[in-house]
């Protein structure tokens, strides 16, 4: 990429965040089709599942998740050639990239899949997608253009400019970004909570508008604490989701305490009689 291509990649990068917040004012919903009609208390396969026979991030695993929960979650990057595929890591073997591959050689060694198999194949699922990569900025909005694909989708990333960016070129899709506010305040930990928007976010100079979902990267603390936060968090009709949860009582009580979804690893969590089959 040449020096004026980034030049004029941060330029858009930017006229998209200050997008965020002129096109999102007065346009909050109060409900979006991400979250409406969810089954309480989901145990959802994070990036698909850590599968025995199948590994995450690939067809093979959401197949396996896609009877057990509603929402399937997946990992983005972008190939060289500009195609949106499904995987945790830009390095996908020893010194080589996905960002430095082209899409045809990527398929003929790998079983990544692209977004665009794992949306079609799988259309009454929601996607929770994580954005790994900011160049994919172009690719995710020309492929959110139906917005039917924007409204069971989820977009997020730990960039703040990012995804201010990503709401200002996909109005349609639920957001959620990195805040300043810490879980401390909730778990006794200090470990990050993501706010949840349904409409474009605005910027901090138009008043941020007010979250309309939680989203905690789980470590363990007090259960006391936990469902004191959960009850404030309810009143305020915040709907609550946890990552990642590997371990079967502290799942159980995040879902007891009101959690409208749970990711883990474990397949042998995913059967949970709580995940409400």
């Known amino acids: 990429?040449?020096?004026?291509?980034?030049?004029?990649?941060?330029?858009?990068?930017?006229r998209?965040?200050?997008?965020s917040g002129a096109a999102g004012r007065g346009?909050?919903?109060?409900?979006?089709?991400?979250?409406?009609?969810?089954?309480k208390g989901q145990v959802v396969p994070h990036q698909g599942g850590h599968w025995p026979d199948a590994h995450p991030n690939t067809l093979?695993?959401?197949?396996?998740?896609?009877?057990?929960?509603?929402?399937?979650?997946?990992?983005?990057?972008?190939?060289?050639?500009?195609?949106?595929?499904?995987?945790?890591?830009?390095?996908?073997?020893?010194?080589?990239?996905i960002s430095e591959t082209s899409w045809p050689d990527l398929a003929s060694s790998t079983a990544v899949p692209r977004?665009?198999?794992?949306?079609?194949?799988?259309?009454?699922?929601?996607?929770?997608?994580?954005?790994?990569?900011?160049?994919?900025?172009?690719?995710?909005?020309?492929?959110?253009?139906?917005?039917?694909?924007?409204?069971?989708?989820?977009?997020?990333?730990f960039s703040p400019v990012l995804a201010r960016a990503l709401a200002g070129a996909v109005p349609r899709a639920a957001h959620a970004r990195p805040t300043a506010r810490r879980a401390g305040?909730?778990?006794?930990?200090?470990?990050?909570?993501q706010t949840m928007t349904f409409v474009p976010d605005a910027t901090s100079w138009l008043g941020p508008l007010a979250?309309?979902?939680?989203?905690?990267?789980?470590?363990?603390?007090?259960?006391?604490?936990?469902?004191?936060?959960?009850?404030?968090?309810?009143?305020?009709?915040?709907?609550?989701?946890?990552?990642?949860?590997?371990?079967?009582?502290?799942l159980r009580e995040l879902i007891a305490a009101g959690f409208d979804a749970v990711l883990s690893d474990e397949p042998g969590l995913f059967d949970e009689p709580e995940n409400g089959s």
């Open 60 to 97: 093979a695993a959401y197949r396996h998740a896609a009877p057990r929960t509603q929402i399937l979650d997946v990992d983005l990057w972008l190939t060289a050639d500009g195609v949106l595929v499904c995987s945790h890591d830009d390095e996908f073997e020893p010194g080589r990239r």
């Open 1 to 14: 990429m040449s020096f004026a291509q980034r030049i004029r990649g941060k330029a858009r990068l930017f």
């Open 115 to 157: 977004f665009t198999d794992v949306a079609t194949e799988f259309p009454d699922h929601r996607l929770n997608v994580e954005i790994k990569d900011a160049n994919a900025l172009d690719a995710i909005s020309a492929l959110m253009e139906p917005d039917e694909l924007a409204d069971r989708t989820c977009l997020s990333t």
């Open 27 to 39: 346009q909050r919903r109060a409900e979006h089709p991400f979250v409406s009609g969810l089954r």
């Open 16 to 19: 998209l965040v200050l997008r």
């Open 211 to 250: 979250p309309s979902a939680l989203r905690f990267l789980f470590s363990a603390g007090s259960p006391d604490a936990t469902r004191r936060q959960i009850s404030i968090a309810a009143k305020k009709g915040l709907s609550l989701f946890a990552w990642t949860v590997n371990d079967a009582t502290p």
């Open 185 to 193: 305040r909730i778990w006794g930990h200090g470990d990050v909570v």
